[in-house]
């Protein structure tokens, strides 16, 4: 039927994910060290190179409530830290050079919007951009440091200040 075609994409978001289990087989599923964010981008990057098509159907409908107002620290950290592993995943090292360029821009960029709205010169609470500083730095520094999982207690945590970590993806060892 005419509005039920599959036009390709590079990835689409987890949520609303429907994958063949062969796919997903010969994939190898999820990340699990990503736990949120990008693990979309990522598998969808697996399943185009084992030789499966990625694809929306544009008639569809799919509704989900993003998180990152919620949780700025935990947002930024996880796009940074999950965003460096997928950069690393699609170009090797040199992807993961250009993104921790990037993401440390972007970390200096919040910090910059920080200390300006601490003087008068700058309206808006500094408690806004702060977090997505401090999430963003952190999440660079744990990519370089390999450590994967749920994010730490960062500031503007929102509703994640209670997830625990699993012991095997703990900051240990």
Do not use: H
């Not at 990625?54 to 620290?73: E, I, L």
């Not at 919007?113 to 401090?134: E, F, M």
């Amino acid at each position: 039927q005419r509005g039920e075609e599959v036009v390709p994409c590079d990835w689409i978001d987890g949520g609303t994910m429907l994958i063949r289990s062969e796919a997903l087989r010969r994939a190898g599923g999820f990340d699990e060290r990503l736990w949120s964010y990008c693990e979309d981008a990522e598998l969808c990057l697996r399943l185009r190179r084992a030789g499966f098509g990625v694809g929306v159907v544009p008639a569809a409908v799919a509704d989900q409530a993003p998180g990152a107002a919620k949780r700025p620290g935990p947002w930024a950290y996880l796009r940074a830290r999950n965003g460096l592993a997928y950069a690393r995943r699609q170009a090797g090292t040199r992807g993961a050079a250009a993104g921790i360029l990037r993401w440390g821009g972007l970390a200096l960029s919040e910090l910059g919007r920080t200390l300006a709205r601490l003087t008068p010169l700058r309206p808006g609470d500094p408690g806004a951009t702060w977090p997505v500083a401090v999430g963003t730095v952190r999440g660079i520094c744990d990519f370089i440091r390999d450590r994967w999982g749920p994010p730490p207690a960062l500031p503007g945590g929102g509703d994640l200040k209670n997830v625990k970590a699993p012991p095997e993806a703990s900051d240990e060892g």
